[in-house]
């Protein structure tokens, strides 16, 4: 072999290493299942391509877990991983899929309502590629994904994103969140079909309420909180008025902008029957000045630059050396979700929905996240499913 | 896949022959063959579908 063949196959021995080894945790990222054991209370599963054919066979078809009570009832969507980089959601959304019984009415939750932005990740700010919950049989792992689709499902963007059906001008990497792509329409951009195809279960099916979880920034002012629009402000108030009173947790309310589109808690409400709310839960993590993005700082969410910060009044929550720990998020989230149904319920008897096993603010606090998840290994397999 | 994704990845291939090309041209200089390289190495993880 002559000498530049010599140093070009040194070359690209070096070139394909260093592929591998930047490739390879992407690649495996991407493709890793989450097990979810189908609880007591799932009677069926389906597909959002169900609503929006176009969906079918992408990775943006999310799973749509069904949990229908024996008497009739109202129903209600609760939608995760919207953001897939606000995993409170998504942990939220799987305990109540494991443990939920619906006792009247029906429960429909969507884990991954982005399931392309769970397969996505965001190296360049030092992300996490996963992040395990502790159980009594072991780390229960999660993939820690993007608030955005991935380019690999979607692309390219826009110079400027054009919503529709109000034109108007959003961000171009808005393109890809499923939180400003409402209502969507059954032929625009994936994020669009996405959305559309949940408007179109919330109108087909008559969906009473839609519940979508988020996590928020604790330097930015809508955190910890319900957002609303007005037909959905009463049962808001009632429900920020009853966590405090009777469960000690500050959820304000805060009104949905009627001029700011494509957002699930304005759009849903324009384009439909259903009540949207949108909750947010505190997440330090997200905040830009943190120390590194560790797994550490995701889940118990302690940071001595925020602490600094809450010492000069610097934060939209209260902080203290106890951070903002998982278990308490997804309690919140868990509870306020509970007390939504609640108190809509006693508005809507006609309409009402009664739903037992999902456990409530002091019960996270006190036992943790992991022990509302169950063992996959030891379900049966059939109701084993992987997200 | 959309007709713009397609043609996307087509162009990304296009660019990357080019690349190759150029690669396999380059005689003497070095440096100029591992920037050929590192520059290959996103287009390639693009076309695999990997990132």
Not at chain 1, 182 to 211: C, H, Q, S, Y
Not at chain 1, 254 to 268: A, D, K
Not at chain 1, 360 to 382: I, T
Request: proline share 8%; net charge neutral; with cysteine.
């Amino acid at each position: 072999m002559s000498r530049e063949w010599t140093i070009k196959s040194a070359l690209i021995a070096f070139a394909a290493v260093l592929m591998i080894l930047g490739g390879a945790p992407l690649y495996k990222h991407r493709h890793y299942e989450v097990p979810v054991v189908a609880g007591p209370g799932v009677t069926n599963v389906i597909k959002l391509s169900e609503f929006v054919p176009g969906l079918k066979g992408s990775m943006a078809d999310a799973d749509v877990f069904v949990l229908e009570g024996k008497e009739p009832g109202g129903k209600v969507l609760v939608m995760a991983n919207t953001h897939a980089n606000e995993p409170a959601g998504l942990l939220t959304a799987v305990i109540m899929i494991e443990n939920a019984v619906v006792e009247k009415g029906t429960l429909m939750v969507i884990p991954e309502f982005n399931a392309s932005a769970g397969r996505n990740t965001r190296p360049g700010d030092g992300y996490p590629l996963y992040y395990d919950i502790p159980t009594e049989w072991g780390a229960k792992r999660f993939r820690m994904g993007n608030r955005d689709t991935s380019p690999l499902d979607q692309w390219p963007d826009p110079d400027v994103y054009i919503h529709y059906p109000d034109k108007q001008l959003l961000s171009f990497i808005d393109v890809r969140n499923t939180n400003r792509t409402w209502p969507g329409r059954p032929n625009g951009p994936l994020m669009e079909k996405v959305t559309f195809a949940a408007m179109e279960m919330m109108r087909k099916d008559r969906l009473n309420i839609a519940i979508d979880m988020h996590g928020a920034e604790t330097m930015f002012p809508v955190t910890n909180c319900i957002v609303a629009p007005q037909k959905s402000a009463k049962i808001a108030t009632l429900v920020s008025m009853t966590v405090k009173a009777m469960e000690g947790f500050d959820n304000h309310v805060e009104p949905s902008p009627s001029n700011f589109h494509g957002l699930s808690h304005r759009e849903i409400g324009d384009f439909s029957d259903t009540l949207p709310f949108l909750l947010e839960a505190p997440i330090p993590f997200l905040d830009q000045p943190t120390g590194p993005k560790t797994v550490k700082l995701l889940l118990d969410g302690k940071d001595p630059f925020l602490l600094s910060l809450s010492k000069k009044k610097k934060l939209f929550v209260p902080y203290d050396e106890n951070g903002w720990p998982i278990e308490k998020r997804v309690g919140q989230h868990c509870s306020v979700a509970l007390e939504i149904i609640r108190q809509y319920s006693k508005k809507n008897p006609d309409t009402a929905i009664r739903i037992s096993g999902i456990p409530r603010y002091a019960d996270l606090v006190k036992n943790g996240v992991g022990p509302y998840f169950h063992d996959p290994a030891k379900a049966e397999k059939k109701s084993v499913y992987y997200e | 896949m959309g007709v713009i994704m397609i043609l996307y990845y087509l162009i990304c291939a296009y660019i990357t022959g080019l690349l190759a090309w150029d690669f396999v041209r380059e005689k003497k200089s070095v440096n100029d063959m591992i920037l050929y390289l590192l520059v290959l190495i996103p287009l390639l993880l693009r076309i695999l579908r990997i990132k």
